[in-house]
Structures are given as structure tokens and as C-alpha cells.
């Protein structure tokens, strides 16, 4: 096909461009994107921070804090993989970009749950691959 | 008597997407010298690859945006090398289906930069319409459209289901159609035809010498790729058959373009077979420990051979990491390539070599 | 390294060099790595599918000479290797020097000559107990 004839079809038929972010956008499911956590699972064995390649994460085991930097995060989801009991979870969502640096604050209420069995209390230890 | 006159392009400069400086000496028209200076994007990746070997496959990634997922198979491929892990199959496939979709979009994005650096605004945009079903499929794999982190030591990060292959499947036979238009347009279409035919000539022993690779290489007749070399098999190629380098013999720029529209017929070849050799499987072995020697690692990004050099001591930290990308082999070329020419003709003698001046400079 | 042993790794390397140049091998790059006083420049050949190593090991105040009388090509490499490690090749290309008049001296080695010493990385906290 000639690019007239190309050209024409493109005059007459909808525009290619999505107009985010009057529109929504068109994100996949499993992007990667925004991280969570719940903290009732959290046993503080700080492979979420150390894992982190931009230092994202902040952890402070006396305070049961964790503050994530959510416009250093890159979405890798290393602090994913990396958590022993699944208290990261990722949601796929573009960030908003901004003008200040956005801080959000995880905080773990009551003491912190016992690690399940023998073998889990061994992974924290051990990175993964 | 002809008066020279120097004209400085660069390091900003609205044809160039990215600060390179490029000295000029015209004579009424014509270029008489030319004299490239690099450096201005100069991140100090390679001395910030020395912190932590883990992490570097997010900052390998982040060299380039465009070949981002060939710059980290390139690194994971050295330290694989240097640790003797040797990953599985299915991952292998799955790195390589990654890797010829990333050089997918990215000549399609350099088809639609060449069309814009000589004004024709219409098939730039029909060509980043049609990289829209690459990114959306890519996303869908990995999670993101630009940096697809699926690469770690040892293997992959995630795998591919079959309602994945099926969407695949469905945006391979997109391509089918989308690229049979763009290839009878790059052939026939007298705007595109007639400026870039004859332009920008580099021969086969200039571009042997001065060591052009990638498309700029084997537009000039050069058989030089990668992905061929039997004896160091890399990624999933050893296994494929659908495999054959494009060479062409003219040297110029519309050969070049021709070149990349090629190539991307084969990869829509090798992606098909890769998914059809696809079986279940495990898709990472488990490393344990440090890097302790040092391996060179090449491979055929979209804009020519990657080339990276790893050496550990055993620690956290490496020793060195030495990047030599497609980029920085590819500007010496541009001085014969630009000799003779007129000015107007510099915006598409340049793009046409695929410069991506990230990647020079690090 | 006494001046005889640089001249004579130099002798014999550039006899490599032309070895590699008379068999038609093609100059893929050069990797120059820092060992504290000297410098190690291992260049890679490309020679009928097979990848060769040429290594040259001298220390940082001898002068290496230039190969693109032979190589063409290895002129941007090689004013890389002057601009990061601060070594002496005489007729290298221009470009932009890292170490004139910015302060920055031999990034890449790890003991920099002159230079002030780096004030240590402000590391982001990670994992803070």
C-alpha cells in the first residue's frame, strides 16, 4: 500500500494517541509499578532495604517503620523476591510524576509475628540468587 | 578561492536527540573536515559498577533505553561466564525472545528518526504507532515497556504463560502486515528513495578499518555478526536455524535503513522458532558465592556488537567493568562517511548509523 | 618495573600487535585495569571466530605507544584510557578531557595521583536496626 493510500486511511479513522492522563492509561496486567506492604506478615529480617539497588526502602526495626522513597523506587521488584513471607506485594500503576519528594510510611502495630518454620528463619539470612 | 568556514553541530542541536559535538569545515556547501568530540554524557557508569555485582543488572539496564535488556544479557552473560553457571534452557529462550523484541522496536524507532531527520513527519509517526504493539507486549512479559529487569544470574526473573504466547502470536501477525507496508515503502516511495540513495558512502575496507559494526558494517559488505559466531554461542542461537545475517553491498544510507528493515523480517522468523522450541521447565539455576576471574562478553545489540568486560576478586565489589558500546565503534566511521557531503545532508548521514550517545559515553 | 623491563614488555608486545595485524584479525576494544602502580591494557583481537587476548602490564608513568598506525580504530579507545586512568599514550585522538581544569583527575584508578581524597559516599541508610 502507497503511502497515500496509507495516509488517507489514517485521516479518516480514530486518532493512535491516548490522551493519558485525562484518559486512563493502558497499563498491562503484571506491570510493574507500585509497591505495598502488609505489615501484619513483616518479620524484620531487612532483606527488603538491603536488596533495594537504590535505596529506596528505609527500615528501622525499633520503631517498625518502614519509609519508602516513592520517587527513588524503580519498580525492579528485587524487595519482591526477596521478602520471605510475602509482605511486599506489587501493583501495577503508573507513578504520578511531582514536585516533592513523596515519603510513605509503613508502620507495624504490636509485636512482630514469630517466622513460620525452621527453614524460613534460615532464608533471611542467606541472599537468594 | 573557496573560503573554509567551521560550522559546530552539537552538542545541542535540534536534530540531534542527544549531545555529541560535531566539528565542522565546509567550503561553500560541501564538508571538508570533520572533527567528533564525545564526553558530554558521561554518567560514570563503569566506575559505579563496581559497587555491588548484584545490583548491576539495574544499572546495566539503565546505560541505554533502548537496548536496555541487550546491555543486561550482556553483563549477566559475563558473570555467568566468569562464575561457570551455565542457566537453563527455557530461560535462554526466553532472554533471546526479549532480546529480538527490544531490536524490534529499536529499528523501528531509528526508521522513524530517519524519516523525521528528513522531514518526512508521516511515517515517523506510522512507525511509532507500530512500536506501540512491541511495548504493550513487552509490558506485558516484563512488567515494564523500556527497562525489563527479567534478566538475573543464573537466569530469568519471570516466565512466560500461554496466554502470553498467545498474545505474542497475535501481535507477530500485526507485524506481518505492518511491516509488508513499511518494506514496500522503503523500496518504492520516491521521497525516502531518492534522498537517502547514494548519500553517506563508507566502503568495505573503510569500514574494515576503521571497525563500523552492526548494520553500518554489513551495509558496506562486511560479514560481521555476532549472532553467527559458532564458536562462542550466546543466548538461545546456537539452537536456532531461522538465523542469517543480512548483508548488503552499497555502503550508503538508504542500505543501511534497508539493512535494519531486513533484519527485522528474520526476527520475526527467529521469534516465531523461538517460541515454537519453547519447553516447560525451570527457568533459573541457584548461584552461590562471588565472582572471582574476569570474561569478556559480546553480543549483537540492534545497533551492532556489545561488547563487556568483567573481573571479580571474590567480594561484593568487582574490580572493573569495561563497556564498549555499538555506538562508540561507530563514530569514527562517520568521518569518510561525511566527507564530500553537503550540509544538508548531515542530519541523515548521521541518524542513519543509529547513534545513541548514552551509550558512548556511559 | 625497571625502564629495561618496560621497554622489552613493550618490544614484545608490539610484535604481538603486528602478528595479529599480518594474520587480519580485527581490533574489537581494550580494557585497561587499575593494579595500584601499574596498569594492565588487555586488547581483544577478533580472528576468524575466535576471540584472542594481547596483555600489556607496565607501570603508569610509561609511555604506551599508539596502534593506529595499525588500527585505525583504536583511537577513541585509547583517549579513554588517558582521560579515565591518566595514562600516557602520545598522538591520542581529542576529546573532551575529563582532567583539564575540573579537578577530576584519573577517575577510574583507585589511587588517584594529586587528586583531594574523595570525601566518602553519603550512603542512604539501609537497614538501620
Known amino acids: ?48 532495604s538491603r536488596r533495594c539497588p537504590v535505596f529506596a526502602i528505609e527500615s528501622d526495626k525499633s520503631a517498625q517503620t518502614h519509609k519508602v522513597f516513592r520517587m527513588r523506587c524503580i519498580a525492579c521488584a528485587a524487595c519482591v523476591e526477596a521478602c520471605p513471607t510475602d509482605a511486599i506485594t506489587m501493583r501495577a500503576h503508573y507513578q504520578e510524576p511531582g514536585y516533592a519528594p513523596i515519603v510513605d510510611t509503613y508502620k507495624q502495630e504490636g509485636t512482630p509475628p514469630k517466622p513460620a518454620k525452621k527453614e524460613k528463619a534460615e532464608a533471611p539470612c542467606e541472599p537468594k540468587a | 578561492m573557496a573560503r573554509t568556514t567551521v560550522v559546530p553541530i552539537g552538542p545541542q542541536h535540534p536534530v540531534l536527540v542527544e549531545p555529541i559535538h560535531l566539528r565542522f569545515e565546509v567550503e561553500e556547501e560541501v564538508v571538508v573536515g570533520l572533527t567528533p568530540v564525545i564526553g558530554y554524557n558521561h554518567r560514570g557508569i563503569e566506575k559505579l559498577m563496581e559497587n555491588d555485582w548484584k545490583k548491576n543488572n539495574f544499572l546495566s539496564e539503565r546505560v541505554c533505553g533502548i537496548c536496555s535488556h541487550q546491555h543486561s544479557t550482556c553483563y549477566t552473560q559475563a558473570v555467568e561466564r566468569v562464575m561457570g553457571v551455565e542457566p537453563p534452557e527455557r530461560a535462554l529462550l526466553i532472554r533471546t525472545l526479549l532480546f529480538e523484541l527490544q531490536r524490534i522496536h529499536s529499528h523501528l524507532l531509528i526508521i522513524g528518526l530517519e524519516a523525521d531527520a528528513i522531514g518526512y513527519e508521516n511515517l515517523f509517526m506510522q512507525c511509532w504507532r507500530d512500536r506501540e504493539i512491541v511495548m504493550r507486549i513487552v509490558e506485558l512479559i516484563s512488567g515494564n515497556r523500556v527497562h525489563y529487569s527479567m534478566n538475573q544470574v543464573g537466569g530469568v526473573r519471570r516466565d512466560i504463560d500461554d496466554a502470553k504466547v498467545k498474545e505474542i502470536e497475535a501481535a507477530l501477525a500485526a507485524f506481518d502486515v505492518r511491516f509488508a507496508d513499511l518494506d514496500a515503502i522503503m523500496r518504492k516511495d520516491p521521497t525516502w528513495v531518492k534522498r537517502l540513495k547514494g548519500i553517506g558512502v563508507l566502503t568495505r575496507q573503510q569500514a574494515w578499518d576503521l571497525g563500523a559494526v552492526g548494520p553500518v558494517a554489513r551495509a558496506s559488505g562486511v560479514d560481521y555478526d555476532v549472532r553467527s559466531t559458532r564458536a562462542h554461542p550466546y543466548g538461545a542461537y546456537h539452537m536456532l536455524k531461522s538465523f542469517k545475517p543480512v548483508i548488503r553491498e552499497d555502503g550508503d544510507t538508504w542500505s543501511r535503513m534497508m539493512c535494519r528493515m531486513e533484519e527485522l523480517w528474520v526476527t520475526l522468523k527467529i521469534i516465531r522458532e523461538i517460541l515454537s522450541l519453547m519447553e516447560p521447565g525451570p527457568i533459573t539455576v541457584e548461584v552461590k558465592g562471588h565472582p572471582n576471574g574476569q570474561a569478556w562478553s559480546r553480543v549483537e545489540a540492534s545497533r551492532g556488537e556489545l561488547v563487556y568486560f568483567v573481573k571479580g576478586t571474590g567480594k561484593p565489589a568487582l574490580d572493573r567493568v569495561k563497556i564498549r558500546t555499538p555506538t562508540f565503534a561507530n563514530i569514527p566511521p562517520l568521518v569518510p562517511m561525511l566527507m564530500g557531503c553537503q550540509v544538508a545532508d548531515i542530519p541523515p548521514i548521521v541518524t542513519a548509523i543509529d547513534p545513541c550517545i548514552c551509550c558512548t559515553d556511559r | 618495573m625497571t625502564d629495561d623491563a618496560v621497554k622489552a614488555a613493550i618490544a614484545k608486545w608490539r610484535g604481538e600487535i603486528e602478528g595479529m595485524k599480518k594474520a587480519g584479525a580485527r581490533f574489537v576494544v581494550l580494557a585497561a585495569v587499575d593494579h595500584l602502580d601499574d596498569l594492565e591494557v588487555i586488547y581483544l583481537f577478533h580472528h576468524e571466530g575466535a576471540l584472542k587476548e594481547v596483555k600489556l602490564t607496565v607501570p603508569y608513568e610509561a609511555e604506551i605507544p599508539s596502534i593506529t598506525d595499525l588500527y585505525p580504530s583504536a583511537g577513541f579507545v585509547e583517549r579513554e584510557m588517558v582521560d579515565l586512568f591518566g595514562a600516557k599514550v602520545p598522538g591520542a585522538a581529542p576529546f573532551l578531557e575529563l582532567t583539564e581544569g575540573s579537578g577530576i583527575v584519573a577517575p577510574l584508578r583507585k589511587k588517584r595521583p594529586g587528586a583531594a581524597p574523595a570525601p566518602a559516599p553519603a550512603t542512604p541508610k539501609q537497614g538501620v536496626s
Do not use: H
Request: contains cysteine; proline residues 4%; aromatic residues 8%.
Open chain 1, 1 to 48: 500500500m502507497s503511502m497515500l493510500t496509507n495516509s488517507l486511511r489514517n485521516l479518516f479513522s480514530k486518532p493512535a494517541t491516548r490522551r493519558y492522563p485525562a484518559v486512563e492509561a493502558d497499563i498491562q496486567r503484571d506491570c510493574r509499578g507500585r509497591i505495598e506492604y502488609d505489615m501484619s506478615k513483616c518479620i524484620w529480617c531487612m532483606m527488603c
